[in-house]
Structure formats: structure tokens, C-alpha cells
């Protein structure tokens, strides 16, 4: 809260110094005995009656919001005071530790309070003990007279109830929310303790600050003026006088620039990929595991231990190996190398050399601090790869898998895979000759249509050596016709 009326301050302690270096002469002048008793006596009066105008002033600063001003008028007339208590060494020590102890409290309503203590010790202290003085009554809170605990709490349940069904308020922040019973009883306590601690009551708000608790709800002006005007009716309903509803609605007004904040979206979570350092942190976890791995024997990475890459050959097998990395753990990189199976045809490898292989990708995640998580998850990724990768059979034993039929020998075959062309000459028969057929004896199908007549017979043919099974199984013989 700011200091509305800093001037308070500054005029208050002033009449204060008056009203106190004003005693001894009018002390002196009524007593000549015993001066210095008599002018702590006066002194000590003077004092007493002065605090109640210091005390009700500080209330009325706190009541209107202005927690600093009443914070530092207790401050100021306590430092003024001490010097002039110099017979009451006990209070001088007093005003010292309570005004080291308000600096200590980061609340500002807080230090106000406990300078307050220390200026009702010293009233106790000094009360006249024949003549006692009863100083006017203190001026009720704002917390007392919007009626304390019970009546708040009541207010704060209307206001609530209010406003979780006010859609221009958006109280929940998500619509059809449905808050935990345990959550919204936690929540109104805390409303009713940030009030009294506003107010002037006796509850400690022990939450987190207005800033902190709305950070990233994206609270909008108009959704503040809202929640506002709830709590307006809320008040009324309850019995809250007009002064005192605008006092209290001046101090929520108060933390609109704490809670009128943009949206902040939640940022969403880091991929393995991202956690392994994006595409630089991979290449130098391949670099670091291939490098590693062409060295070892127990791997017999290149399958020939004579066989000397390119650097270009090196290099463009670390890309697979970088873009591989990338598509098992949700990075842009896409693997256009060939499968698994396909890429390790032939080569033989063992479990053996592929554990092998398996422990310098780990050694290489461990050098680059990679979580135990995301080890675990890469080194499953890749154990899955095994069988696609070991017991594919070396050049040799495939190319004796791979023989051709025609590759066995003669008498692996069977008879009955010979094919006829293959019978020798000496197995055919030969083809006895049709008998003469008489001009007439033609095939119906050699006919023409229009050869009806028998004088147009053609002469007589010859065999001409037709085989016996070229006949149809069902095909008559012509009969013989006359001339």
C-alpha cells in the first residue's frame, strides 16, 4: 500500500514535540520542591494523553488502506518519544526492539500492528495511578464493523457462490470444471484471512501473494470489474454499510495490477529428442559411439579387419545413424536408410559383436549425461533391433542355400519329371498308313457349303500318314457313298 497522506506524519510528530517541551515550564511553575519529579510526572501525562490522538490517527490512515502511513506515524512517534523516556529506561528499550521487529515483517500491516503494541505498553506504563485517565474508546476496525470472523465468512460464502456462476467473471478458468469440495473450502479461508488482514483483523493470511496465485490465468479487466461487483452484492446482502463496502472495494481495487495479467500457455514438454540436445547433441553422441565402436575388435565393425573406409563413407553412416536417432525420439529427422534386415543381410553378426556394439552406444549416452530414463528408452529401442540384425548368415552359406533345380544331379530326378520330347527315337512307333479312302469319304468339316452335288467329288488322295491318336475320341467314320 503507498502512503496516501505522508503529510500526517511530519505534523503529528510535531504537535507531539510541542505539546511534550511544553510541560516543564508549566510544571516548574506550580512546583519548585521537587522540579525533576514533578516535570516527569507532567511529562509522563502528557505523554499518555498524547498517544490516544497518535493511536486513533493510525487507525484511521490503516482503515482507509494507507498501511505504510499508519506504519510510519507509530514509527515516528516512538522515535520521538525515546530521547524524553530517558527515567523509564525499560520502555526505551522497548520502543528500540519493537521498531527492530516491525522492519523484520515483510507485511506492512504487520509492522503497523506491532508498533502499535509498543505504544499501548508505554499508555500502560505511564497511566496515572491516582488520577487514572480513561482514554476514549479505540476506533473500531473495518474488520469489526463489517462484523468479524462470522459475518465475513458469510459474506465470503455469498460472494462465492456469486461468482462461480457469473460467466463474465470465467472464475474457474475452464468451462464445466468441477473443483474438489477440500479445494473451495481452502480457498474461501483464505479469502476470509486476506480480508482480515486487510481490515485489521486479528487472521494471518498465510497464502501465496495476489501475483503469484493469478500468474498465467489471463484475468481480463472486464472479468475483474465482475468478480468486483459480486462482492459489492455479497457485502449488502450481508448488512456492510455503504462507507465501509467502498473502503473495503478501494482495497481490492488495490491488487488489480496483481491479478489483471496476460495468459501464459503452458509450454509444452521437452521431447527425448530436445533432452538429448537436438540434432548437435546427437551427432556428437553418434560421433562419439561410432568412433569408438570401428575400433573394437569384439565389434568387427566392418566385417573385413583389413577393409580402411573414406571419411565419406564414415561420415554418411553417422547421418543414418543422426537420423535414426531422430525418428525413434520424436525428432524432425527423417531415417531414409534401408531396414534393418535388409542393411545387415548377410554379414553374420553374432549377439556377441551386437552387445558389443549396444555397450559403446551406452558409454556415449553416459559421456553426454544423458537421464538414466531416456538411456533405458534408446537401449530398449535398439535391443528390439536384434533380430532383424543377428544370425543373418554370411555370403557363403547363403549362396549353398541358394542352388538352382537344375543344379542336381541325374539320378536325384524322377521318372515322371521327364518330359516327352525327351524319349528317344528308338521309343516311338511308327504310323501305319490310313486305309485308301474313296472320293466321297471326306471329313464333314473339309466340306463346303455349297459341295452338295456328287459329281463334284475331288479324286482320290493318298494317305497322308495321320497319326491314329489325332482322331476325336468320338469320331464315325463316313459312310461310303455311290457314284
Known amino acids: 500500500m503507498q502512503m496516501r497522506h505522508w503529510w500526517t506524519v511530519p505534523w503529528l510528530a510535531g504537535c507531539l514535540a510541542v505539546a511534550l517541551l511544553s510541560v516543564p515550564v508549566a510544571a516548574l511553575a506550580q512546583e519548585q520542591k521537587n522540579p525533576a519529579a514533578v516535570e516527569h510526572k507532567e511529562l509522563d501525562a502528557t505523554i499518555y494523553r498524547t498517544l490516544v490522538t497518535v493511536i486513533n490517527n493510525g487507525a484511521d490512515l490503516y482503515n482507509s488502506g494507507d498501511w505504510s502511513g499508519c506504519y510510519r506515524l507509530y514509527e515516528g512517534a516512538l522515535l520521538t518519544l525515546r530521547p524524553l523516556l530517558d527515567h523509564h529506561p525499560a520502555l526505551q528499550k522497548a ?66 457462490n456469486l461468482a462461480v456462476n457469473d460467466a463474465r467473471v470465467n472464475f474457474w478458468r475452464k468451462p464445466n470444471f468441477k473443483p474438489d469440495e477440500k479445494k473451495v473450502e481452502l480457498l474461501k479461508r483464505h479469502t476470509v484471512e486476506f480480508i482480515s488482514s486487510a481490515t485489521g483483523g486479528p487472521l494471518e493470511y498465510k497464502g501465496k501473494s495476489m501475483k503469484e496465485v493469478h500468474k498465467g490465468m489471463g484475468i481480463t479487466n472486464a472479468e475483474f470489474d465482475a468478480a468486483e461487483a459480486d462482492l459489492r452484492e455479497a457485502l449488502k ?8 463496502i467502498n473502503t473495503l472495494m478501494r482495497l481490492v481495487e488495490g491488487t488489480r495490477s496483481d491479478i489483471v495479467q496476460p495468459r501464459v500457455e503452458p509450454k509444452p514438454p521437452m521431447t527425448m529428442w530436445q533432452r538429448l540436445g537436438g540434432e548437435t547433441g546427437v551427432a556428437r553422441i553418434v560421433d562419439d559411439f561410432i568412433n569408438s565402436a570401428i575400433k573394437d575388435p569384439k565389434v568387427n565393425f566392418w566385417r573385413d579387419p583389413k577393409y580402411t573406409p573414406e571419411a565419406e563413407t564414415v561420415n ?80 557363403d552359406e547363403l549362396k549353398k542355400e541358394e542352388k538352382k533345380p537344375e543344379d542336381k544331379k541325374p539320378e536325384d530326378k524322377k521318372p515322371e519329371d521327364k518330359k516327352p520330347e525327351d524319349k528317344k527315337p528308338e521309343d516311338k512307333k511308327p504310323v501305319e498308313p490310313e486305309p485308301i479312302k474313296k472320293p466321297d469319304e471326306k471329313k464333314p468339316e473339309d466340306k463346303k457349303p455349297d459341295e452338295k452335288e456328287a459329281g463334284d467329288q475331288e479324286p482320290i488322295k493318298k494317305p497322308n500318314g495321320v497319326k491314329p491318336e489325332d482322331k476325336k475320341p468320338n469320331e464315325k467314320e463316313p459312310e461310303e457313298k455311290n457314284p
Not at 528500540?96 to 504487520?110: F, H, M, T, V, W
Not at 549377439?351 to 534408446?378: Q, T, W, Y
Open 95 to 160: 520502543i528500540a526492539e519493537g521498531i527492530q521487529n516491525a522492519a523484520k515483517s515483510p507485511q506492512l500491516n504487520d509492522r503497523a500492528f506491532v508498533l502499535r503494541a509498543v505504544i499501548d505498553q508505554i499508555r500502560k506504563e505511564l497511566a496515572p495511578s491516582t488520577t487514572p485517565v480513561t482514554p476514549p474508546p479505540p476506533k473500531l476496525t473495518l474488520w469489526d464493523r463489517l462484523g468479524g470472523e462470522k459475518n465475513v465468512t458469510k459474506i465470503v460464502d455469498t460472494f462465492y
Open 237 to 244: 446482502t450481508h448488512g456492510a454499510q455503504l462507507e465501509d
Open 316 to 395: 554418411n553412416l553417422k547421418t543414418k545413424f543422426v537420423e535414426q536417432i531422430s525418428s525413434l525420439t520424436g525428432g524432425p529427422l527423417q531415417y531414409k536408410g534401408m531396414d534393418m534386415k535388409a542393411a545387415h543381410r548377410g554379414m553374420g553378426i553374432n549377439n556377441a559383436e551386437f552387445d558389443a556394439f549396444l555397450g559403446h552406444i551406452r558409454k556415449a549416452l553416459e559421456k553426454n549425461k544423458v537421464s538414466p530414463g531416456d538411456i533405458k528408452f534408446l537401449m530398449d529401442k535398439y535391443n528390439a533391433m536384434r533380430t532383424d540384425i543377428v544370425g543373418m548368415r554370411a555370403p
